[in-house]
T-cell receptor
Framework: DSGVTQTPKHLITATGQRVTLRCSPR?????VYWYQQSLDQGLQFLIQ???????AKGNILERFSAQQFPDLHSELNLSSLELGDSALYFC?????????????FGEGSWLTVV | AQSVTQLDSHVSVSEGTPVLLRCNYS??????LFWYVQHPNKGLQLLLK??????LVKGINGFEAEFKKSETSFHLTKPSAHMSDAAEYFC????????????FGKGTSLLVTP
């Protein structure tokens, strides 16, 4: 158990809908990351937050947004969902946002868009 | 640009024989390098990491990796494979010059046969 908690574990929704994925980082970790894992794209970095502020942005679509709250939990919002958004979404956390900090991953949220 | 290449998409070994999973990276900056393992329907677990300290890095479950700057390689090895090692392995490099995002390789699927 990494200490990173993600909910829900599984989610099935229809195209055009909006979903919110939630992440609680490990106790004491200030940085949160979101990754998308799909068969065709592999593991892709979406976005990073550090202590409530956006730190780095990767291949995140404009239909997607995220935020980190004062209690350090984070949410990833996915809107106008398309079939291709079906994937495993990972949240991860680390103590800081520096290279070399160990990043711990949650078990992921499986999103299926039908 | 920083990227990582895993040279084999699938590796098959017999139980008790050595494991070699190959990884090459390209980086304009001093990299931080990691190996993660993903068992079926599980999250990502950190095996080991290199952050400019000792070039031979020992990880969990008997795995180790050697950082070779001249070859830009970070191959993962284990002297004797166990059935429980069957999983997907990811070589990862960090973006040390832009926040701290992990750049994942495509993954190597390790099959261990009796």
């Amino acid at each position: 158990d990494s200490g990173v908690t993600q909910t829900p574990k599984h989610l099935i929704t229809a195209t055009g809908q909006r979903v919110t994925l939630r992440c609680s980082p490990r106790s004491g970790d200030l940085s949160v990351y979101w990754y998308q894992q799909s068969l065709d794209q592999g593991l892709q970095f979406l976005i990073q937050y550090y202590n409530g502020e956006e730190r780095a942005k990767g291949n995140i679509l404009e239909r997607f947004s995220a935020q980190q709250f004062p209690d350090l939990h984070s949410e990833l919002n996915l809107s106008s969902l398309e079939l291709g958004d079906s994937a495993l979404y990972f949240c991860a956390s680390s103590v800081g946002g520096q290279p070399g900090n160990t990043i711990y991953f949650g078990e992921g949220s499986w999103l299926t868009v039908v | 640009a920083q990227s990582v290449t895993q040279l084999d998409s699938h590796v098959s070994v017999s139980e008790g024989t050595p494991v070699l999973l190959r990884c090459n990276y390209s980086s304009s900056y001093s990299p931080s390098l990691f190996w993660y393992v993903q068992h079926p329907n599980k999250g990502l677990q950190l095996l080991l990491k290199y952050t400019s300290a000792a070039t031979l890095v020992k990880g969990i479950n008997g795995f180790e990796a050697e950082f070779k700057k001249s070859e830009t390689s970070f191959h993962l090895t284990k002297p004797s494979a166990h059935m429980s090692d069957a999983a997907e392995y990811f070589c990862v490099v960090s973006y040390s010059n832009s926040g701290y995002a992990l750049n994942f390789g495509k993954g190597t699927s390790l099959l261990v046969t009796p």
